[in-house]
């Protein structure tokens, strides 16, 4: 039987990219909403790092996986060098517990505004967990070079999207589209190292 995977996020932006990706990429089985499981539980992201972050997510939604099944988590943000790596681990609150992604994009742009172009690199890092029911655990990782602009473009994609031009182009994720970030984003190479690295028939 196809093996079974549950994502654990109430995101419905970062699910409906994954399960693009899952059968653009080949997935193995059926990837499937958390709500197919019970719902996602609130998860505290206390974590120190993005795999942290994901383990707590994955786990979280263990206790409702059938033998058989996995739970797969992401954790992902952006990391710009001239802000010390902000807004990392923050990413989706960086302009507070509330912020929207407007909020973020513009308060991202704000801080960067007397940044030259030559050190406006940054990049989009990714940690995909992967967790079967006994709690056996994989991490892939994923990310994206490239550079953030001074103005947005493009409507396409979520959060940081429009003010981020990946290395080798010259538009902001959100003008090139889903097909060209289907490719090159850090989801997509975390989940490309997935699926080349399936562990096999999940126990339990």
């Given at each position: 039987?196809?093996?079974?995977?549950?994502?654990?996020?109430?995101?419905?932006?970062?699910?409906?990219?994954?399960?693009?990706?899952?059968?653009?990429?080949?997935?193995?089985?059926?990837?499937?909403?958390?709500?197919?499981?019970?719902?996602?539980?609130?998860?505290?992201?206390?974590?120190?790092?993005?795999?942290?972050?994901?383990?707590?997510?994955?786990?979280?939604?263990?206790?409702?996986?059938?033998?058989?099944?996995?739970?797969?988590?992401?954790?992902s943000g952006l990391e710009v060098d001239a802000l010390?790596?902000?807004?990392?681990?923050?990413?989706?609150?960086?302009?507070?517990?509330?912020?929207?992604?407007?909020?973020?994009?513009?308060?991202?742009?704000?801080?960067?505004?007397?940044?030259?172009?030559?050190?406006?690199?940054?990049?989009?890092?990714?940690?995909?967990?992967?967790?079967?029911?006994?709690?056996?655990?994989?991490?892939?990782?994923?990310?994206?070079?490239?550079?953030?602009?001074?103005?947005?473009?493009?409507?396409?994609?979520?959060?940081?999207?429009?003010?981020?031009?990946?290395?080798?182009?010259?538009?902001?994720?959100?003008?090139?589209?889903?097909?060209?970030?289907?490719?090159?984003?850090?989801?997509?190479?975390a989940l490309q190292n997935l699926i080349a690295r399936?562990?096999?028939?999940?126990?339990?």
């Open positions: 039987m196809p093996p079974r995977t549950f994502l654990a996020t109430n995101n419905a932006h970062k699910a409906s990219e994954l399960a693009a990706l899952w059968r653009s990429g080949g997935g193995p089985g059926e990837l499937l909403s958390a709500r197919a499981c019970g719902g996602m539980p609130e998860v505290e992201e206390t974590g120190q790092t993005f795999g942290d972050n994901a383990l707590l997510k994955a786990r979280a939604l263990l206790k409702q996986l059938e033998p058989g099944t996995y739970a797969l988590a992401d954790d010390n790596g902000a807004p990392g681990l923050y990413s989706a609150r960086y302009a507070g517990p509330t912020a929207t992604d407007l909020d973020n994009l513009r308060f991202l742009l704000e801080n960067m505004r007397t940044v030259p172009d030559a050190r406006r690199t940054a990049r989009f890092r990714c940690t995909l967990c992967l967790l079967d029911a006994t709690g056996q655990t994989w991490f892939f990782e994923g990310s994206c070079e490239g550079h953030i602009l001074r103005e947005s473009q493009g409507s396409e994609g979520f959060g940081y999207d429009p003010v981020f031009q990946p290395e080798g182009f010259h538009q902001s994720f959100a003008s090139l589209g889903a097909s060209v970030k289907s490719r090159l984003s850090h989801r997509a190479r399936w562990p096999g028939p999940p126990e339990g």
